[in-house]
């Protein structure tokens, strides 16, 4: 039985329908990270925005006539992008292996599968609950401090937080190597590029890695200061990143920067929610 059911599992994780659903969900990634951006250069430019993070925008959306469309959008689009991570890892779909590395990686899908199946999550709920969030004025802050006292009071909780500090720092890293080389073309179909696309996907891509390499490292250094001080209030999520640029000397230009970052990464993923070999 078990030697029949493995390949019609292996089939159905490598169907077309899991694929459009991680282009779906790329194109729901790149609206939280466009949002995301467009607040933070109304900040730069005195227009009312603010520094956030996904659930922030989330919130945000929330308290707009039109956002509980936008909201039923997002949720179906981060539960698809989360199913697509599930199923790649559970299935292989990107031929990582079976060997220490491509465990990791594969790990690492299911890890982002979480995080967007919880965005999703609080997207529905957002909308169940829009009568109350009405009028809030954004709310939903991050809760990166409340989270990280949690952990840290938990037997070794020292070291949990350090090693997710390590995580954001790694991913920091990747993303900074990956925009400079521009690695990241070598998922992408370019042989069904209109030459005209390449150059911006290319560009996009680069500012786009480098900005989130900028943003997730700083999470991983606060991190790794509130662990080691024990103060849970050092921690931060992107929004409270993005607030460190802000204070700064050369703060709004530092914010800008990285916020034209985040609106090129948006960019970018509707790049490769066209083009991306899923």
Known sequence: MASTTAPRVRRAVRSDWVARAGRIGLVAK?????LIGILAIQLVAGRGGQTADRQVVLHRLATESWGPYALVALAVGFAAYALWQFLDAAGDR??????????AKRAASVGIGIVYAASAALAASLVLDAHRST???GGGGSKAPQETARVL???GGKWIVLAVAAGFIGAGLANGYTGATAKFTERLDRRRMR???EPAAVTTGVVGHLARGVVFGLIGVF????ALDYDPQKAVGIDGALAKLAHQ???PWLLGAVAAGFIAYALYCGVEAAYRRM
């Open 153 to 155: 009071g938990w037997p």
């Open 195 to 197: 030459r005209a696309v």
């Open 249 to 251: 000397p050369e703060g």
């Open 135 to 137: 009028g809030s004025g």
């Open 94 to 103: 990107r031929n990582r292996g079976d060997d220490a590395p491509g465990l």
């Open 30 to 34: 790149g609206a939280s990270y466009a």
């Open 223 to 226: 991190l790794a200061q509130a």
